[in-house]
C-alpha cells in the first residue's frame, strides 16, 4: 500500500520559517514527481512547488525567493523549507506523488502564520 505522510506544520510568527516533510513509500518515491499543495479556507487547493525525479523544480510565483523544495531519495522525502512567512501563507500543505498515470495525496499539515 502507497503512503504519503506530511509533517512539519505549526504556528509562527509572519517572517519566520519553518521545513514541512513529506515521506512517501519506498517503491514509487524514486519514480515520483513530488509535489507540495496548499489550500486556505474558502480557497481552491493551489500548487506551491513541484520537484521531478531528476530534481527539476517549479514554483508558483507566491513563493518564489522564499520557499525551497528538495528531494532526499535515500530517505524517501521530499522538503519544503519556508522562509520570509507571510500571513497569506496560512493554509493546510498537502504532498502529493505522481508516477505513472497515479496520483497520491498526503493528509496535510496545517501551517499558520500570525501577523
Known amino acids: 500500500q502507497v503512503q504519503v505522510a506530511e509533517s512539519g506544520g505549526g504556528l509562527v510568527q509572519a517572517g519566520g520559517s519553518l521545513r514541512l516533510s513529506c515521506a512517501a513509500s519506498r517503491m514509487i518515491f524514486s519514480l515520483s514527481a513530488m509535489g507540495w499543495y496548499r489550500q486556505a479556507p474558502g480557497k481552491q487547493r493551489e500548487l506551491v512547488a513541484r520537484i521531478t525525479s531528476g530534481g527539476s523544480t517549479n514554483y508558483d510565483d507566491s513563493v518564489k525567493g522564499r520557499f525551497t523544495i528538495s528531494r532526499d531519495n535515500a530517505k524517501n522525502t521530499v522538503y519544503l523549507q519556508m522562509n520570509s512567512l507571510k500571513p497569506e501563507d496560512t493554509a493546510v500543505y498537502y504532498c502529493?506523488?505522481?508516477?505513472?498515470?497515479?496520483?497520491?495525496w498526503g493528509q496535510g499539515t496545517q501551517v499558520t502564520v500570525s501577523s
Open positions: 502529493k506523488a505522481d508516477v505513472r498515470n497515479s496520483q497520491f
